[in-house]
T-cell receptor, first 114, second 113 residues
């Protein structure tokens, strides 16, 4: 059974640009969450999607957005990139939404903003 | 909101020794406590989790203990091996509602052969 797949794995962007990251959840999983990981702040929750609806959102500015498609695949977008957006962006999937569901992470997308 | 403290931030042990990592949390309503292992260049991997209706759970060399009264839980790794070297994260959430996992800052474990 394939795990959570994220693309691209590595990318470099310039300040002010925008970026789109993609995530394919484990087959059968309908909930997708996104986390940002940095050395200083650790793992921080961005948002969760279930059945194409955003169920929860973390404390990030509106430049961070996401969506989920009918096949449960998800994308997140960051507009007007800042140097501080450089991070590992992790996608995680679970069978269902709601706290207490076991989540499984992908390998992440490394974003560098220069 | 929930606050999770994880200690120590770094830990070095000799191969074959035990390693213990401890996390404390603030929300008494929290009742789901997973642990993740993250190797260099990879995403976090779930290694064990516990729910508040049990006090201890074991899986081969890994165990987690939970003290709900004191609001802390610990990861125990026995007979450590070099491949156990990684960053370990604890996390906390509730079983109900839409609260996401809140993670500790991580512990870098080095197992010295």
């Amino acid at each position: 059974k394939a795990g959570v797949t994220q693309t691209p794995r590595y990318l470099i962007k310039t300040r002010g640009q925008q970026v789109t990251l993609s995530c394919s959840p484990i087959s059968g999983h309908r909930s997708v969450s996104w986390y940002q990981q940095t050395p200083g702040q650790g793992l921080q929750f961005l948002f969760e999607y279930f059945s194409e609806t955003q169920r929860n959102k973390g404390n990030f500015p509106g430049r961070f957005s996401g969506r989920q498609f009918s096949n449960s695949r998800s994308e997140m977008n960051v507009s007007t990139l800042e140097l501080g957006d450089s991070a590992l962006y992790l996608c995680a999937s679970s069978l269902a939404t709601g706290a207490g569901n076991t989540i499984y992470f992908g390998e992440g997308s490394w974003l560098t903003v220069v | 909101g929930e606050n999770v403290e994880q200690h120590p931030s770094t830990l070095s042990v000799q191969e074959g020794d035990s390693a213990v990592i401890k996390c404390t949390y603030s929300d008494s309503a929290s009742n789901y406590f997973p642990w993740y292992k993250q190797e260099l260049g990879k995403g976090p991997q779930l290694i064990i989790d516990i729910r508040s209706n049990v006090g201890e759970k074991k899986d081969q060399r890994i165990a987690v203990t939970l003290n709900k009264t004191a609001k802390h839980f610990s990861l125990h790794i026995t007979e450590t091996q070099p491949e156990d070297s990684a960053v370990y994260f604890c996390a906390v959430s509730r079983n109900s509602g839409n609260t996401p996992l809140v993670f500790g800052k991580g512990t870098r474990l080095s197992v010295i052969a």
